[in-house]
């Protein structure tokens, strides 16, 4: 009758909520340095890309910060085995696309940043869906409660 109960994860599934996990961490040292960044390392820049970071509106500052969080408490989730991870990872997605959107769509970010602007930010929205789609799976598993 209940047996999904007992349904145990497999091994991947700690693996992979392990790497999630780290992956988020990552988002978000990158997250508290960008708003930690000194002038010094400011003025390393270009003139064009300190003025695309300083220009950087506080809305997509706080997208930034949204997608991170939620990444990282949807990684928790997901190693804690609750439901939950579902709605934070759904979030993060949608704060990760409100970024884009402020950077690809209204700053220009490939004009300024070049190619190697676009393949992080675009590993990001990928790895947020595939984060997204397995924790859907695994609750269809019934390992998530």
């Known amino acids: 009758m209940v047996d999904y109960l007992d349904n145990k994860p497999s091994t991947n599934f700690w693996i992979i909520g392990g790497a999630a996990l780290v992956w988020n961490l990552i988002g978000l040292v990158f997250y508290v340095g960008q708003v930690t960044m000194s002038p010094e390392a400011l003025a390393k820049m270009t003139e064009t890309q300190q003025e695309f970071f300083v220009s950087t509106p506080a809305w997509a500052t706080a997208a930034f910060a949204i997608a991170v969080n939620a990444g990282v408490l949807g990684s928790l989730f997901l190693l804690l085995r609750k ?45 947020a869906i595939a984060l997204l789609l397995y924790a859907r799976a695994t609750k269809t598993k019934h390992w998530l409660s």
């Not at 759904?90 to 690809?104: E, H, K, M, N, P």
């Open 83 to 127: 439901s939950w991870a579902i709605p934070m990872f759904v979030l993060s997605l949608l704060a990760i696309i409100v970024q884009d959107v402020d950077a690809f769509l209204l700053r220009d970010a490939f004009g300024v940043l070049g190619v190697s602007g676009v393949i992080i930010p675009s590993m990001v929205f990928v790895i």
